[in-house]
Nanobody
């Protein structure tokens, strides 16, 4: 399984970016797809996930600003990030879960067995 994330870059606070994640060898339609991020010196943390049913979930820090979606026909997932703040600066990783995940497990790194290479997002103040 290969996950290819793209769309990262530099943006000023208040701006927007859209991350994309394309998978080969894994079908997004039957798996939970998500995003984690890791800022310098910090633990990798959950950002968002979209389950097989299409239900979406967000960390409190991004709720209302980020939107996750997926296009099953293209086997591609997206993370639309708006109203970006400097605290959003991190490497963002696309992930695919181990089968169908229950809601309480969405936030755990160990629930995901496929990780992309990461894409850097930098938000300047």
């Amino acid at each position: 399984v290969q996950l290819q994330a793209s769309g990262g870059g530099w943006v000023q606070a208040g701006g927007s970016l859209r991350l994309s994640c394309t998978a080969s060898g894994r079908t997004f339609s039957t798996n939970t797809v998500g995003w984690f991020r890791q800022a310098p010196g910090k633990e990798r943390e959950f950002v968002s996930a979209i389950r097989r049913s299409g239900s979406t979930h967000y960390s409190n820090s991004v709720k209302g600003r980020f939107t996750i979606s997926k296009d099953n026909a293209k086997n591609t997932a997206y993370l639309q990030m708006s109203s970006l703040i400097p605290e959003d600066t991190a490497v963002y990783y696309c992930v695919v879960g181990k089968g169908t995940l229950i809601v309480s497990s969405l936030y755990l790194k160990d629930s995901y067995d496929s990780w992309g290479q990461g894409t850097q997002v930098t938000v300047s103040s």
